[in-house]
T-cell receptor
Framework: SQTIHQWPATLVQPVGSPLSLECTVE??????LYWYRQAAGRGLQLLFY??????ISSEVPQNLSASRPQDRQFILSSKKLLLSDSGFYLC????????????FGQGTRLTVV | GNSVTQMEGPVTLSEEAFLTINCTYT??????LFWYVQYPGEGLQLLLK?????DKGSNKGFEATYRKETTSFHLEKGSVQVSDSAVYFC????????????FGQGTELSVKP
């Protein structure tokens, strides 16, 4: 079956520290992968998406970056966190033809202090 | 570029009232359209979808029709229940335009008994 793993579930990091959030997918190949941020009372903001290994599209210029070192692995990173990076981060995958639903990870609650 | 606009919430209704949540989109061609729902404390899950013009998606008493002429995909339900209280997201996926999956800002629905 198809599953998506995202970790950690919660994270508290000091300002200026690095960040690495990992997302892995099982049960599918060559998926589209996505990172979103969901702020309280606001919608899902698309941060990055990838249609293949090494292919990253950035939607919003910011302090974050993404990488896809393997077909089913998507990593969200930062070299130096800002207070404004706090939020709820969601990873998702979708088959490339897009006819079916997207699968979401459980999310990571990041608090930068 | 592609975009999705939803009516602002929160929307508060009495049980058995009629629900409409408006969603309009901007895209060239024929994207796939989705409604996702996020119940309190839970992750996003697909509610319904439509992949071509004039398609009607339906699930759990909810319906939405893909209207190419008005670029709309409004969500409707004839009689809401307290258990329908959730945040509803309209989403768009365009296979032919880079694989981006974008969401509206979400509409919070609160149904009172």
């Amino acid at each position: 079956s198809q599953t998506i793993h995202q970790w950690p579930a919660t994270l508290v990091q000091p300002v200026g520290s690095p960040l690495s959030l990992e997302c892995t997918v099982e049960g599918t190949s060559n998926p589209n992968l996505y990172w979103y941020r969901q702020a309280a009372g606001r919608g899902l903001q698309l941060l990055f998406y990838s249609v293949g290994i090494g292919q990253i599209s950035s939607e919003v210029p910011q302090n974050l970056s993404a990488s896809r070192p393997q077909d089913r692995q998507f990593i969200l990173s930062s070299k130096k966190l800002l207070l404004s990076d706090s939020g709820f981060y969601l990873c998702a995958w979708l088959q490339q033809w897009g006819g079916d639903k997207a699968f979401f990870g459980q999310g990571t609650r990041l608090t930068v202090v | 570029g592609n975009s999705v606009t939803q009516m602002e919430g929160p929307v508060t209704l009495s049980e058995e009232a009629f629900l409409t949540i408006n969603c309009t989109y901007t895209a060239t061609g024929y994207p796939s359209l989705f409604w996702y729902v996020q119940y309190p404390g839970e992750g996003l899950q697909l509610l319904l979808k439509a992949t071509k013009a004039d398609d009607k998606g339906s699930n759990k008493g909810f319906e939405a029709t893909y209207r190419k002429e008005t670029t709309s995909f409004h969500l409707e339900k004839g009689s809401v229940q307290v258990s329908d209280s959730a945040v509803y997201f309209c989403a768009l996926y365009h296979y032919n335009q880079g694989g981006k999956l974008i969401f509206g800002q979400g509409t919070e629905l609160s149904v009172k008994p």
